[in-house]
T-cell receptor
Framework: AQTVTQSQPEMSVQEAETVTLSCTYDTSENNYYLFWYKQPPSRQMILVIRQEAYKQQNATENRFSVNFQKAAKSFSLKISDSQLGDTAMYFCAFTQNYGGSQGNLIFGKGTKLSVKP | DTEVTQTPKHLVMGMTNKKSLKCEQHMGHRAMYWYKQKAKKPPELMFVYSYEKLSINESVPSRFSPECPNSSLLNLHLHALQPEDSALYLC?????????????FGPGTRLTVT
């Protein structure tokens, strides 16, 4: 069974600094997708970034980038120039990509990030 | 428009009540999902609909009854709930099932069962 582990329940960072959130996963599959979702206190879950397992290049979205290490099954999120609006719960998620996968997202337990002024 | 809407935002119901949660999307997505999220926990998948047909039911108790009247709407009918069912209920949609299509989430309905 696939599992996703986020080992940092809470983290904090000063505004404008850089922070890295960790995520590891376990799967025997070779074709899958990884996501980071953000859920601010207002509660709407927002997709931050996604990574296709077959791509070696790390995904980037503005201030957000990932370090995808397929062999190590590691998928960390780096937030540069942290802003107060980045304060949220961050969930790492995994899904397989084959016909019968149904798009089931397997979530980690989340990391609560606080950005301090 | 990448919006998934959910109504109501908050719902308080007694254990003998019948109520419904509604979800709507106009992105042309053919897969829709219901999740349950307890405080400080990740979402847990309840149901998956693809092309208006129920494709996954994650062993959810029968007091939760999903319905997909058309490709844009998803309902969750609630009956005889228990206090432990109090949670945030999230709806999501995606173009199709399969990992290559990211899921877009609605803001959720905060349900309290008294």
């Amino acid at each position: 069974a696939q599992t996703v582990t986020q080992s940092q329940p809470e983290m904090s960072v000063q505004e404008a600094e850089t922070v890295t959130l960790s995520c590891t996963y376990d799967t025997s599959e070779n074709n899958y997708y990884l996501f980071w979702y953000k859920q601010p206190p207002s509660r709407q879950m927002i997709l931050v970034i996604r990574q296709e397992a077959y791509k070696q290049q790390n995904a980037t979205e503005n201030r957000f980038s990932v370090n995808f290490q397929k062999a190590a099954k590691s998928f960390s999120l780096k937030i540069s120039d942290s802003q107060l609006g980045d304060t949220a719960m961050y969930f790492c998620a995994f899904t397989q990509n084959y016909g019968g996968s149904q798009g089931n997202l397997i979530f980690g337990k989340g990391t609560k990030l606080s950005v301090k002024p | 428009d990448t919006e998934v809407t959910q109504t109501p935002k908050h719902l308080v119901m007694g254990m003998t009540n019948k109520k419904s949660l509604k979800c709507e999307q106009h992105m042309g997505h053919r897969a829709m999902y219901w999740y349950k999220q307890k405080a400080k926990k990740p979402p847990e998948l309840m149901f998956v609909y693809s092309y208006e047909k129920l494709s996954i039911n994650e062993s959810v108790p029968s007091r939760f009854s999903p319905e997909c009247p058309n490709s844009s709407l998803l309902n969750l009918h609630l009956h005889a709930l228990q206090p432990e069912d109090s949670a945030l209920y999230l709806c999501a949609s995606s173009h199709w099932t399969g990992g290559s299509y990211e899921q877009y989430f609605g803001p959720g309905t905060r349900l309290t069962v008294t």
